[in-house]
């Protein structure tokens, strides 16, 4: 029997605000345990939460973000379950009326393009921590966290492989630190993702019973988990066997993912309005005035490189995977106008392969937009070769000659012979040292010219043109 992967994604976004939800705790990372829980995080009585304006203005930059309604009221309810990192007894989230609704984001896979819904996007606290490495035959407990503003974001079970449930996590990945919401790290817990896997015959309607596979906090994890997942389903099926709904680990020691607890339904976590918050009424103008604050999004630039640029989709999709690459990009065309496929190579090449070597982000680049193009302006006018450039890049990121282009070149003799009666004059002692390879060529033998051309550049230690030296050649030759 064929089977067909179901897939739906919650992403939790933690939210950039720098105090918590409903209190005004630090939100900071790496704190000594409980050093930032607060009265209202600790749930002591009498407490009142107050909403945190920022997280919700954070909310609607999402939701206009990717096309969706913008609830308005939005109602907070309570979320009753016992974990002993939850020290009301309760999580403070949204059920009925999230503050977004809808919206859609686009993935490509394999050249394919594909939308994938999303359900809604409610704000709501986080739990706090349980610590079971440092105590023997017990746990600790650390509240530092509890309160702190995430953002749910629900797919619809739109996705049907694991590598499309990776493009829809990277996409908005990128898009929550692109419009400033979220910082993004995943190795912080910044950005978690639940996944709903299930399995079905293929031109089946019905969804199957769903497992959810808690707390997947890399790329590479959230494929492996899924693979996993939907082999151990179909295995199970095959036997004759039943899926039992429930949440699931994944271990990535052992490549597996194992039982939690039985899955809950909404009805098990009885949600009701929280009596201690009032509806949240959003106004329109607050919505238009958040709009305007709005960057220019992924796809509107995807799209404006495709069409001002001429440049592919995928070099498009790869320039906007942040908004740091998108920017200095942007920064080095304005300075080599009308090159905007040799900054692109550059940058998708070069720049990120030394970036991704010595674990840097683009915000921490060494050369400027304005130095790379002073680099790419030197092979664009013919003064250096492709891979002369290579060598003065090596140079600049080293910050030799205070990553002076021309100073470089100079220091380095790399500097491309263009002359066309000096290369004239190498062609003629190369063609008159080789009748053989000649007579070869004339008789039909491709080969023979490459090997003519190569005898050119080992002359000059590749410092001749190659467009003009292949010119220069072929007009002898064929002459």
């Not at 630090?26 to 704190?31: D, Q, V």
């Not at 959230?222 to 429930?246: F, P, S, T």
């Not at 994944?250 to 949600?271: H, L, P, S, V």
Request: charged share 25%; aromatic share 6%; hydrophobic share 40%.
């Amino acid at each position: 029997m064929q089977w067909e992967i179901v897939i739906g994604l919650e992403v939790h976004a933690q939210l950039s605000t720098q105090s918590k939800i409903f209190s005004g705790s630090s939100t900071a990372y790496g704190a000594a345990p409980n050093t930032q829980a607060s009265v209202i995080d600790l749930a002591l009585p009498g407490v009142l939460p107050v909403l945190n304006k920022g997280a919700v203005e954070r909310a609607i930059k999402l939701g206009l973000s990717v096309g969706a309604k913008i609830n308005s009221p939005s109602i907070f309810a309570r979320k009753n379950y016992f974990y002993p990192d939850l020290p009301k007894g309760y999580q403070i989230s949204q059920y009925e009326l999230p503050v977004v609704q809808g919206g859609n984001i686009h993935i490509q896979v394999d050249g394919t393009e594909k939308n994938i819904r999303l359900t809604r996007a409610h704000l709501e606290e986080d739990a706090g921590k349980s610590l079971h490495e440092d105590f023997h035959g017990m746990s600790g407990i650390d509240l530092n966290r509890a309160g702190t503003p995430l953002l749910e974001i629900v797919s619809e079970p739109d996705m049907r492989s694991s590598a499309e449930a990776v493009a829809y996590a990277k996409i908005l990945h990128a898009l929550v630190r692109w419009i400033g919401i979220c910082d993004g790290n995943m190795q912080e817990g910044s950005f978690r993702c639940d996944a709903n896997v299930s399995v079905r015959p293929h031109g089946t309607e019905k969804l199957g019973t769903r497992c959810e596979i808690k707390n997947l906090n890399s790329f590479r994890f959230l494929e492996k988990a899924i693979d996993y997942e939907a082999r151990r389903q179909i295995e199970i099926l095959e036997d004759g066997g039943a899926i039992r709904q429930e949440t699931r680990l994944y271990d990535a020691n052992k490549d597996e993912t194992r039982t939690m607890r039985t899955k809950e339904d909404a009805n098990d976590y009885r949600y009701f309005p929280d009596p201690d918050l009032l509806p949240l009424e959003i106004p329109q103008s607050w919505i238009d005035q958040i709009k305007q604050t709005l960057p220019e999004l992924p796809q509107a630039r995807r799209d404006r490189y495709v069409s001002a640029f001429a440049l592919s989709a995928y070099d498009a999709s790869v320039l906007t995977s942040s908004r740091e690459m998108a920017d200095y990009f942007d920064a080095t065309l304005k300075q080599l106008p009308a090159q905007a496929k040799l900054c692109a190579n550059w940058i998708m090449g070069e720049i990120s392969g030394q970036l991704n070597k010595e674990g840097i982000e683009m915000t921490a680049c060494p050369i400027t937009p304005a130095q790379l193009a002073a680099l790419l302006a030197r092979i664009n006018d013919g003064t250096i070769s492709g891979k002369a450039a290579k060598t003065v890049f090596e140079s600049m990121w080293n910050g030799e000659l205070g990553k002076n282009v021309d100073a470089i070149i100079e220091a380095k003799g790399l500097k491309q012979i263009s002359d066309d009666s000096a290369i004239e004059k190498l062609v003629d002692q190369v063609l008159a040292a080789n009748a053989q390879q000649v007579a070869d060529y004339r008789n039909g033998k491709e080969k023979a010219f490459n090997s003519l051309i190569g005898q050119i550049m080992k002359a000059t230690q590749g410092k001749a043109n190659p467009a003009q030296v292949n010119a220069m050649l072929k007009k002898k030759l064929d002459g």
